[in-house]
Every structure is written in C-alpha cells, then in structure tokens.
C-alpha cells in the first residue's frame, strides 16, 4: 500500500468538519472540485472508499469513520511538530499578532514603529481579528484576548486593565441636552459585551442611532457628530473632537497576551512578546 499524502488528510478532515463539499472549499481557500479530487485521491493508496458520494451530500462510510481519530491524530502530531519547528534561535522571520481589530488599529499599529526598528529582520504581521485565533492550530503565534483561555499548553499573562468611558464629539454635546442624547452602540452581536451592557442600562429611552459590530466605526460615527457611544479611553488620543463624558463608567477589562507554551521557546516570538508586554507597561 502507497503512504497517503498527508494534505489528502486535511482535505477529509475539512470535509468532516464543514459537512458539504462547498463549506469545505470555502474553509480551505480552494474549489468544491479540489476537496473531491484531493478526497479520491486520499482513497487510492488506502484502497477503501472513505464517503458515498449522494446527490444531496457525502456520508462518511464504516471504513470514512475509523479512519478519523487516526487522522486527528495526525493532524495534532504535524500541528505540535510545526510549533516545534518555530524554536529557531535567529531573530528574523514572521511572526503572526492577533487582536481584536480596534485595538490591533489604534493602540498597537501607531505605536510599533520603534519594535520594528530595534528588530529589522522580524516581519510582523498584524491581525485584527474579532474571532479568537486558534494557537493550537498556529492561526497566530501571539494573540491578545479580553477572555482568559483555559486550554492547556498556553502560556497566559495580564497586559492591562483597559477602562472605558462615554465619549461624542464637542459640537454634538454643544447642540444637545443631556436629554436629547442619541446613542451608538453595538450591533445583536455584540449584545453581551459588558460596555454594551452598561450603555443600555443608562441610555433609559433614549434612542440608538446606529448600531456596529465594529468600534471603530462607532468611534468615527462619535467624531463626526452622530452621538454618544462608550469606548475604550485609548481611544482620547486619537482625535481631538472626541470628548469624555463625565460618567462614573464601571466597565474595566482584563487584556491577557497569549501564546502556545512550543511557539514560546521561539526567539522571534519571544521578542515580540517582550516587546508588546513593554509596550502596554508604558501605556
């Protein structure tokens, strides 16, 4: 028997995971008709049929069915053998920084320009992301998170407390009692967010606005006079139109740097870790 190629195994587990054809390509980047021929081609060394193929959908066979805890293993053992292979001792190389977007914007991305200067052969790339990056699979290397994982094999450490605050702009605050306030505030999405939370318990009947799964486009739609929004207060810096509004705000947020404990023993990583741990003790 033929050793299966171990890229035929992603595509069945991709498979698996996403239940059609079509999800797995999405998941994968690629065609429909890539994930069916990498899946015949998984089938010809081992000489089994893995799926029947129906007109509605593949359905793992007997054969499909055994064959998966095998390739989850697999599948974990390259994983830890990639997080392995990253422990170069060399300062050069990429490595992935995940945050959530308006963070990664405007609090790390305007002040890495002295990171990128004392490390010039490190290429960081910056992720801005709301979804929670899996290290386990080396979606990142380093992610910074407002929720304390507790999977093992991460390495967890508290960067900040970052507080939170009412903000619009002085023209708007000018134009309008207090009374008269309209608010911006997130979307369905983000309806459990504890700010989101708060500014629904004091808003009263006070009306939305407008409603973002992105903040920052409620930061922008608060500088261009559209109404009151709660944000984070490294947000005062970055325009001089925004006003904090006396508010006696309660919401404090934790915000945990994470790494896989292998990725860890990287030189490259740990360099950038060091620094973005430098970065928010000055803050």
């Known amino acids: 028997?033929?050793?299966?190629?171990?890229?035929?195994?992603?595509?069945?587990?991709?498979?698996?995971?996403?239940?059609?054809?079509?999800?797995?390509?999405r998941m994968l980047g690629v065609e429909h008709t890539t994930v069916a021929r990498r899946i015949d081609a998984l089938e010809a060394p081992l000489m089994v049929r893995l799926f029947d193929r129906f007109p509605k959908g593949w359905s793992l066979t007997s054969a499909g069915i055994a064959l998966v805890p095998h390739a989850?293993?697999?599948?974990?053992?390259?994983?830890?053998?990639?997080?392995?292979?990253?422990?170069?001792?060399?300062?050069?190389?990429?490595?992935?920084?995940?945050a959530p977007p308006a963070l990664a914007a405007y609090l790390l991305a305007p002040r890495l320009r002295a990171?990128?200067?004392?490390?010039?052969?490190?290429?960081?790339?910056?992720?801005?992301?709301?979804r929670e990056a899996d290290l386990m699979r080396?979606?990142?290397?380093?992610?910074?998170?407002?929720?304390?994982?507790?999977?093992?094999?991460?390495?967890?450490?508290?960067?900040?407390?970052?507080?939170?605050?009412?903000?619009?702009?002085?023209?708007?605050?000018?134009?309008?009692?207090?009374?008269?306030?309209?608010?911006?505030?997130?979307n369905e999405s983000l309806r459990?967010?504890?700010?989101?939370?708060?500014?629904?318990?004091?808003?009263?009947e006070r009306r939305y606005a407008l409603r973002s799964n992105d903040l920052g486009a409620l930061f922008q739609a608060a500088v261009a006079g559209c109404g009151v929004t709660v944000l984070p207060t490294y947000f005062e810096k970055q325009h001089s139109e925004l006003v904090r509004i006396e508010s006696d705000c309660p919401v404090k947020r934790k915000l945990w740097i994470v790494m896989h404990e292998d990725v860890r023993r990287s030189a490259r990583v740990r360099a950038i870790a060091d620094e973005v741990i430098s970065l928010f003790d000055n803050k």
């Open 1 to 25: 028997m033929n050793s299966p190629d171990w890229n035929d195994l992603r595509f069945f587990l991709a498979l698996i995971d996403a239940g059609t054809l079509s999800g797995a390509a």
């Open 72 to 98: 989850r293993q697999l599948e974990e053992d390259m994983h830890a053998l990639m997080r392995a292979a990253t422990g170069s001792a060399t300062l050069s190389g990429v490595v992935r920084l995940s």
């Open 115 to 130: 990171v990128l200067s004392r490390l010039p052969e490190i290429e960081i790339e910056l992720l801005g992301e709301s």
């Open 138 to 186: 080396r979606d990142a290397d380093i992610a910074l998170r407002f929720r304390r994982p507790s999977a093992p094999g991460l390495a967890v450490r508290t960067l900040t407390t970052i507080p939170y605050s009412l903000y619009a702009s002085a023209q708007y605050l000018s134009q309008r009692t207090p009374q008269q306030w309209e608010f911006l505030g997130y």
């Open 192 to 204: 459990d967010a504890p700010q989101q939370l708060w500014l629904d318990k004091i808003r009263g």
